[in-house]
């Protein structure tokens, strides 16, 4: 989408609705230091010469195609084939807006059916709605829908799961009547002998993540087990590209099934927008965010979508509704269903065994430098932990060096320690190349 940017007058109009005299009123939490005073851009230039400008500054940014990336922790770099942005950018797809009038966009309800279809089968699950904002925010809900369930208690996260799903979980319960407790992981895995131990009061569910924030694989059934032992919920947060090798968590216990869809035909786009889906067991339907798409039949016999279940706030009270679906979310949900049925189930195998061959191959290459070592020694699936012998600057300088970006320094775990993740995007010859840095550190 071009940028046009607002005149004079359109700026004044808008200081004086919001009742502010600048710009910098609209930020006041960043910090003065770290402002930019002036871009250098001369007034009253000319559009090419203001594009001219722009663009050089724009160059002074680098992405994964001027670096090779190896950072993972919630966002992936990984092939998109041509044909999904294609199908996604028809005009019908592109302009619709989030379908509040079912009978007008039966095309946009066909899609979200066949996605919450999809979701359905990847997770192993019942009923799936239709999106949510990104991974972060379905693990919240899902962790809502737990204390809506039960009113009090503790809801439970495994230190495992992302960091920064934990922050946004703990942000949409901080004025619910239940506690939140830590679980912490043992050896990069959610330890069960440390659930009872830790928490205090009645376990209403244990939210953990498979394959978890360290890339390991969690035993899924062991931990839903534990949990239904202690009759509450077994919140699984999933990536799903990794389902078309693991078992779905949903067939291993898991009654809520949640996870950041971006992996599945979603490019990085600097952070967003991305897709949060969410699968649950059928008991849990009406307990489900957002809206649910059905396919039913007309009186003529016909087929038709029409929305079953929609907990927003213009159809239910304002302090029941549990709906953040938008507009972006519609579209990010078709890109994912496009993805998938292009893909189909064999592609979904293939790609997850890629990342799985590619991780494995790097992993043991860094290991036989005799640099680093891995870090915990589990089972994992495109992501794993690497503690290296040398100071973690000095680890990034080298491969700064090389146009590489190693992955996440992980400072909670070891000031060396730095997540690394490897996909279907890096041939033999890419991970070579990081071995060879890693042999010269």
């Known amino acids: 989408m071009d940028y046009t940017p607002h005149g004079r ?65 919630g966002a992936y770099e990984h092939f998109i084939p041509a044909v999904i942005d294609d199908i996604c950018s028809k005009p019908e797809f592109y302009t619709a807006y989030t379908p509040y009038q079912p009978e007008a966009s039966q095309g946009i309800l066909q899609s979200i059916y066949e996605y919450q279809s999809m979701i359905c089968e990847l997770t192993g699950t019942d009923v799936s709605n239709a999106s949510l904002y990104d991974g972060a925010t379905a693990a919240a809900e899902a962790a809502l829908i737990s204390v809506n369930k039960c009113d009090e208690g503790t809801v439970a996260v495994s230190s495992a799961v992302n960091p920064m799903y934990r922050k946004v979980i703990e942000t949409y319960l901080k004025s619910s009547p239940c506690n939140i407790e830590i679980v912490e992981h043992t050896e990069g895995i959610t330890d069960v002998s440390r659930i009872e131990k830790q928490i205090s009061g009645k376990l209403i569910s244990f939210i953990f993540q498979s394959p978890n924030f360290f890339g390991c694989i969690e035993d899924v059934k062991a931990l839903s087990d534990y949990i239904h032992d202690k009759k509450a919920l077994s919140i699984a947060i999933a990536n799903p590209l990794s389902l078309g090798i693991l078992e779905a968590p949903g067939k291993n216990g898991a009654d809520v099934v949640v996870g950041e869809g971006q992996s599945l035909g979603i490019p990085l786009c600097f952070g967003g927008p991305y897709l949060g889906f969410i699968g649950v067991k059928k008991e849990l339907m009406r307990r489900l965010p957002g809206r649910i798409i059905g396919r039913t039949l007309d009186k003529d016999g016909k087929e038709g979508f029409v929305m079953t279940l929609q907990a927003r706030e213009q159809h239910i009270r304002r302090e029941k509704a549990t709906s953040n679906i938008c507009s972006n979310q519609a579209l990010m949900a078709l890109r994912a269903a496009v993805y998938m049925v292009y893909m189909g189930k064999e592609g979904m195998k293939e790609v997850g065994a890629l990342n799985i061959c590619n991780s494995h191959y790097l992993a043991a290459g860094v290991e036989k430098t005799g640099k680093a070592v891995l870090k915990f020694k589990k089972p994992f699936f495109n992501e794993f932990v690497i503690e290296f012998k040398k100071d973690a600057e000095e680890v990034f300088k080298a491969f700064e060096e090389e146009g590489i970006l190693p992955g996440i320094q992980l400072k909670e775990e070891g000031r060396n320690s730095i997540l690394c993740c490897v996909t279907e995007t890096k041939s033999k010859s890419d991970m070579d190349k990081y071995v060879e840095v890693v042999k010269k550190l």
């Open 9 to 73: 007058e359109d700026i004044r109009q808008m200081f004086e609705s919001l009742e502010i005299s600048s710009v910098k009123d609209l930020y006041p939490n960043i910090p003065e230091k770290i402002r930019i005073k002036s871009y250098g851009i001369a007034e009253g230039i000319s559009e090419p010469e203001m594009r001219e400008a722009l663009e050089k500054f724009a160059g002074m940014n680098f992405s994964v195609k001027d670096l090779k990336s190896y950072i993972g922790g």
